[in-house]
């Protein structure tokens, strides 16, 4: 097993509240619901961040949580890496040249480990279908309170419906103000041709300052119950619906 230590900052009391709540929503999914996808329509949507984010909060809870880098394509979450060697990853498992003990990775958060991507095979819709990856999602079952994949945009590649066959659901992040709504549909429907549970969807990178709905809300909800709070990159972290 790789030992690594990772990038990780803590989030404004907003940011850890809305992730407090997707954990919420997604447990009343049903107690069937252990291993769930995150994918986006286009890049630049935030769901890596997402999965990392809902992860460490499953840790935090005290669940023993494995979150896979399935984006085998052009990997955000290999960025997280801070300090340690990161020899094998998920492409290496899948080709058979590593075992899945040799590319899991301890990270220094409690409970949270971790499978980066690997070097970027010519065929990775191929590889996420084969019989080794099928392998590590039952493996995982058995070993680990959650299971959180990140996977590519569906609506770029088609990778992530080939993953959700072996989820119990999926979830979908929408980049506020950018994405229309026939893209996601698109994106909904090629999840229920795959026979895949959608759980619901993270509407992300609301602006929560302006004076539109949102930023007027939650603003003054928060304003007035629990004082001001301000972040960073992760204070762009919007509220989300089913």
Known sequence: MQMIELQHDELDFRSREA???LRTNIEFSG????????TSC???EGKSNISFELAKSYAQLGKRVLLLDADLRKSVM?????????RWGMS??????????????????????MVFSGPVPPNPSE?????????????????????????PPLGSVIDTAVVSKCCDGAVIVISSGVISYRFVRKVKEQLET???????????KVSMGGKGYYGKY?????????????GKYYGNYGNYGE
């Open 42 to 44: 286009t890049p630049n």
């Open 92 to 113: 290496n498992y899948l080709v058979g040249k590593a075992d899945f003990e040799d590319v899991l990775c301890a990270t220094d958060i409690e409970n949270l480990y």
């Open 19 to 21: 992730f407090k709540n």
């Open 78 to 86: 290999r960025q997280r890496h801070k300090r340690g060697k990161v």
């Open 218 to 230: 939650y603003g003054k909800y928060y304003g007035k119950y629990y004082g001001k709070y301000y």
């Open 194 to 204: 795959a026979n895949c549970r959608i759980l619901g969807c993270v509407l992300n």
């Open 31 to 38: 107690e069937d619901v252990k291993v769930i996808c995150l």
């Open 127 to 151: 590889l996420l279908n084969n019989k080794r990856f099928h392998l590590m999602i039952e493996d995982a079952r058995r070993d680990y309170d959650m299971v959180i994949i990140d996977t």
